[in-house]
T-cell receptor
Framework: EAGVAQSPRYKIIEKRQSVAFWCNPI?????LYWYQQILGQGPKLLIQ????????DSQLPKDRFSAERLKGVDSTLKIQPAKLEDSAVYLC?????????????FGQGTRLTVV | DQQVKQNSPSLSVQEGRISILNCDYT??????FLWYKKYPAEGPTFLIS?????DKNEDGRFTVFLNKSAKHLSLHIVPSQPGDSAVYFC???????????FGTGTRLQVFP
């Protein structure tokens, strides 16, 4: 079974630039998550999709972050404009049902550095 | 406001000994608890879980203990192996279908 695929693995941008991350979840997984992991902290949920609908985006900074999941499969997360404090690893995860079960699988993440 | 705390940022244990990792949470509404393991440059991988109806769950060398009255859970690894060296995150949720809330992680180093 293929895992959660993310790209790119690494990205360096200047502040005020824009950036986009891509995620392909495990086939058949209806739920998709984007987490932000800042150095020294645990992953923090940014947004949760069930199929192509948003379940939870309460911690997504909507003035600069946006995410979409077209056709209930792949997802993109965009930051525009980026700030220095957005430097983090962005993790995509997917599961058959909602989170909290052993069925939540994570991708390798995209490490973003904003300079 | 940190709902899940792992107060030990790092732990060093000799191979063959027991590793004990601790986690505290603040909200008694959480009823599902998990441990994830993370190697460098990889995403977290599921290790073991426990629901609030139990106080212990065992899977091979890994055992998770839950103390609901103290809002505390721990992960025991016996015997510890060098391959266990990684960052361990505890995570909590309200039910199996809710989002995961992670602690800050504990870096475990197992030396020969």
């Amino acid at each position: 079974e293929a895992g959660v695929a993310q790209s790119p693995r690494y990205k360096i941008i200047e502040k005020r630039q824009s950036v986009a991350f891509w995620c392909n979840p495990i086939s058949g997984h209806a739920t998709l998550y984007w987490y932000q992991q800042i150095l020294g902290q645990g992953p923090k949920l940014l947004i949760q999709f069930q199929n192509n609908g948003v379940v939870d985006d309460s911690q997504l900074p909507k003035d600069r972050f946006s995410a979409e999941r077209l056709k209930g499969v792949d997802s993109t997360l965009k930051i525009q404009p980026a700030k220095l404090e957005d430097s983090a690893v962005y993790l995509c995860a997917s599961s058959y049902t909602g989170g909290g079960s052993r069925g939540t699988f994570f991708g390798q993440g995209t490490r973003l550095t904003v300079v | 406001d940190q709902q899940v705390k792992q107060n030990s940022p790092s732990l060093s244990v000799q191979e063959g000994r027991i590793s004990i990792l601790n986690c505290d949470y603040t909200n008694s509404m959480f009823d599902y608890f998990l441990w994830y393991k993370k190697y460098p440059a990889e995403g977290p991988t599921f290790l073991i879980s426990i629901s609030s109806i139990k106080d212990k769950n065992e899977d091979g060398r890994f055992t998770v203990f839950l103390n609901k009255s103290a809002k505390h859970l721990s992960l025991h690894i016996v015997p510890s192996q060098p391959g266990d060296s990684a960052v361990y995150f505890c995570a909590v949720s309200k039910g199996k279908t809710d989002k995961l809330i992670f602690g800050t992680g504990t870096r475990l180093q197992v030396f020969p």
